[in-house]
């Protein structure tokens, strides 16, 4: 008891070890913080609570005295580690990926300057709601700091100036490019019928439809924005870190996109992007 109470007496000191022992707790208990942030609401969420009754089945087994139930889960802990990793795979590359947007590498080294204008904002916006009055689905990515290169590349490269008939077109049944999203760098478009990851978290509707779960999923692994236009219903949603929000009027989309750019009325303001151009195939 008396030493108890010293080593109780001791935490009030400063010293390099206390420094270090409190560093690395905030360090784990941050890892754990992000690591439920990102398997809530999705398939990991589900893999997480099965390990814990595993681990809880595993302890219970061998305080009751089930030797050969016991023998069993404590021979499937060896192959526990590598099992974890195929089942949550997408999840520990969303979590990589995540690590690039704190913004630890200096950007001037990877990126340059580029500019979002006004006229390209008007034009997703015409498009977007034209083909929602026609009941034409349509996905459309719109880049911010972190280049899309992998989806585009999976895609058809196309590199021409944005304008709303060309969005239009892009997304017109008869066109062989229909069917997949347009990538949009800065003001032209950069790919089509691109493949996008699909989300897998469960909060979104399940009236949701797959061109939604697919957009949800770009701004999930990346910091871009998505506009989506339902061809069931022909409502106008935007996706923005995972989330869905709906979207009724051509103002609302247009202040919407307004200020995730970084745009002010009658000005553009330059933005990031990488230097590298695309190498399709990549």
Same mark, same amino acid.
């Given at each position: ?7 109780? @007496?001791?935490?009030?000191?400063? @010293? ?14 941050? $890892?754990?913080?992000?690591?439920? /942030?990102? =398997?809530?609401?999705?398939? !990991? ?5 099965? =390990?814990?009754?595993?681990? $809880?089945? /595993? ?7 089930? +030797? ?14 590598? %099992? /974890?990793?195929?089942?949550?795979? &997408?999840?520990?590359?969303q979590a990589l990926e995540s690590i690039s947007k704190l913004g630890l590498w ?36 719109? #880049? ?7 989806? !585009? ?13 060309? /969005? ?7 066109? &062989?490019?229909?069917?997949?999203? =347009? ?13 996008? &990851? ?8 399940? +009236? ?6 697919? %957009?949800?999923?770009?701004? #999930?692994?990346?910091?871009? $924005?998505?506009?989506?236009?339902? #061809? ?17 009027? &051509? ?7 307004? +200020?995730?750019?970084?745009?002010q009325s009658g000005s553009s303001r330059p933005r990031k992007t990488r230097k ?5 195939? %990549?």
């Amino acid at each position: 008891m008396e030493g108890f109470f010293k080593q109780v @007496s001791g935490l009030g000191r400063f @010293s390099n070890e206390t420094l270090v022992h409190a560093v690395d707790i905030l360090l784990v208990s941050y $890892l754990i913080y992000r690591v439920l /942030l990102l =398997v809530r609401n999705t398939r !990991a969420w589900r893999i997480v609570g099965g =390990v814990v009754i595993f681990v $809880l089945a /595993l302890f219970a087994s061998d305080r009751l005295g089930f +030797k050969t139930f016991h023998w069993i889960l404590d021979k499937a802990t060896a192959l526990a580690p590598v %099992a /974890l990793v195929f089942l949550l795979l &997408p999840e520990l590359r969303q979590a990589l990926e995540s690590i690039s947007k704190l913004g630890l590498w200096p950007s001037r080294l990877t990126t340059s300057v580029i500019r979002v204008g006004i006229r390209t904002v008007d034009d997703i916006v015409s498009s977007t709601f034209e083909m929602a009055s026609s009941r034409m689905g349509a996905i459309i990515i719109i #880049e911010r700091d972190h280049p899309m290169d992998d989806i !585009a590349g999976n895609g058809v490269l196309v590199n021409a100036q944005v304008s709303a008939p060309l /969005l239009t077109s892009l997304f017109f049944h008869g066109n &062989p490019l229909h069917d997949g999203a =347009v990538i949009l760098r800065g003001d032209r478009v950069l790919a089509a019928a691109c493949r996008l &990851p699909l989300s897998e978290n469960e909060s979104i509707n399940r +009236k949701m439809h797959m061109r939604h779960r697919a %957009a949800a999923g770009a701004t #999930e692994s990346s910091d871009c $924005l998505a506009v989506v236009v339902s #061809e069931e219903r022909g409502l106008v949603s935007v996706s923005i870190e995972g989330k869905l929000l709906p979207v009724s009027a &051509p103002a609302e989309l247009r202040d919407f996109l307004f +200020k995730e750019l970084g745009l002010q009325s009658g000005s553009s303001r330059p933005r990031k992007t990488r230097k590298a151009k695309l190498k399709v195939g %990549a």
